[in-house]
């Protein structure tokens, strides 16, 4: 079925580590974002690419790495996780910048 | 900073009642968006409202924008307990290529 899917849904791991979020859309949507959601501070950017191999940064890009060698694909990588990082990530697609927007259902990432 | 901000931050009203949100932004917009996002899951789109309308209508709901005011409106209607869940704002800054996010109103629609 199209749509967007995120994985994995759950990931804890400790800090200092290196973790890759995934993110899958079928419908060759050119943009693609990725956010953080976390209480108090609604749903934040971190990354976005307008096509495949154009990424700019958000609002909180730090710590964070993004890569685009596919149109379909928009992994997000924490190089070395910090507790601080602890949210749930939200990856979104769409086809021009300022429409609407399709969301995967979250990886909920815990940093121990 | 935010562009957009929802008030409430909290909404809790009956079943079959009409519940309202606001959104305030601070820039000039090509269009403004709403979405719902029902607990543990992501974002769904509910309806957009280009900058030079002042009012749309998608079922039971109707959303309205007075950009002299920099300000919009979503009115949910006859509400069910399956419009339970949070709603946001989105806002194109003119010129951005990506949508800012409110903090979001959370309805809960009580049977």
């Known amino acids: 079925d199209a749509g967007i899917t995120q994985s994995p849904r759950y990931k804890i791991t400790e800090t200092g580590r290196q973790v890759t979020l995934m993110c899958h859309q079928t419908w060759s949507h050119s943009y693609m974002f990725w956010y953080r959601q976390d209480l108090g501070h609604g749903l934040r950017l971190i990354y976005y690419s307008a096509a495949a191999d154009i990424t700019d940064k958000g609002e909180v890009p730090d710590g964070y790495v993004v890569s685009r060698s596919k149109t379909e694909n928009f992994p997000l990588t924490l190089e070395s996780a910090t507790r601080s990082q602890t949210s749930v990530y939200f990856c979104?697609?769409?086809?021009?910048?300022?429409?609407?927007?399709?969301f995967g259902d979250g990886t909920r990432l815990s940093i121990l | 900073s935010q562009q957009g901000e929802e008030d409430p931050q909290a909404l809790s009203i009956q079943e079959g009642e009409n519940a309202t949100m606001n959104c305030s932004y601070k820039t000039s917009i090509n269009n403004l968006q709403w979405y719902r996002q029902n607990s543990g899951r992501g974002l769904v789109h509910l309806i957009l409202?280009?900058?030079?309308?002042r009012e749309k209508h998608s079922g039971r709901l109707r959303v309205t924008l007075d950009t002299s005011k920099k300000s919009s409106s979503l009115l949910i209607t006859a509400s069910r307990a399956a419009d339970t869940a949070s709603y946001f704002c989105?806002?194109?800054?003119?010129?951005?290529?990506?949508?800012?996010f409110g903090q979001g109103t959370r309805l809960t629609i009580n049977p």
């Open positions: 989105a806002t194109d800054a003119q010129g951005a290529q990506k949508l800012v």
């Open positions: 979104a697609s769409s086809v021009q910048a300022n429409q609407p927007q399709h």
């Open positions: 409202i280009r900058s030079n309308e």
